[in-house]
């Protein structure tokens, strides 16, 4: 989605090096995906409408 | 004691079997990408596994940057070491932060190869629904090696 959108800015998190961010976020399975810094979490590997849904509860359809 | 353009590693990061792979699976890049690692310097595995890449097309190239240019990359400090990647049209969107271990190394390859052949692998639904988007969205999916 980051290659296509220049709204889109996507980053894969090492939880075990960055701790903070790992506790921050209470990541506790991975994956675990956090948008706009923790206003909404999506839990596990999901298809890509269901990314698109959660993204659509934070910035709207 | 394996020379790497003036460098010599007493250990390889990548088993010889895995670079095969990787270098076959590399064989499909299209236009050049630039691999940049931001992060405090000295040494690192996380260097030494990108100048390993480096070796493995030449369509690929490495650069590492230090702190004080995390800034220039929009990067803060807290998140580094990232692994970015620079394809024709500029910086890309997608990066890493830490090391790309296990499962994450695969995604790595596959970004670089969709980068340089400019493929984006999503649904026209998804596409429309990423045109109409006006505001910013930060994806941050946290893994760990496997």
């Known amino acids: ?10 980053e894969m998190v090492d939880a075990n090096e960055f701790w903070d ?13 956090v948008i706009n810094e923790g206003r909404h979490y999506v839990e596990g590997a999901v298809p890509e409408d269901h990314l698109v849904k959660a993204i659509q509860v934070v910035v709207g359809s | 004691m394996a020379a790497t353009k ?7 990061i990548l088993p010889t079997n895995v670079k095969q792979q990787v270098e076959e699976m590399l064989a ?4 050049p990408i630039k691999m940049i690692l931001v992060d405090e310097g000295g040494s690192s595995e996380l260097d030494q596994l990108l100048t390993e890449l480096d070796e493995l097309s030449p369509k690929l190239s490495y650069q590492r940057a230090g702190v004080a240019d995390a800034d220039r990359y929009g990067l803060v400090e807290e998140s580094l070491p990232s692994i970015l990647l620079e394809g024709p ?11 790309p ?7 790595l390859i ?4 969709d980068l340089s052949q400019g493929e984006i692998q999503l649904s026209d639904a998804t596409k429309r629904y990423l045109e109409s988007l006006t505001e910013d969205v930060h994806l941050q999916v946290f893994t760990t090696p496997t």
Do not use: W
């Open chain 2, 28 to 31: 499909q890049i299209g236009d």
């Open chain 1, 21 to 33: 961010l790992t506790r921050k976020h209470n990541v506790r399975g991975v994956p675990k995906t």
């Open chain 1, 1 to 10: 989605m980051a290659m296509y959108s220049p709204h889109v800015i996507a």
């Open chain 2, 6 to 12: 003036g460098r010599c590693s007493l250990l390889a």
């Open chain 2, 89 to 99: 049209e500029g910086l890309s969107r997608a990066r890493f932060t830490g090391a």
């Open chain 2, 110 to 113: 596959q970004d670089i190869i």
């Open chain 2, 101 to 107: 271990a296990g499962h994450e190394f695969g995604v």
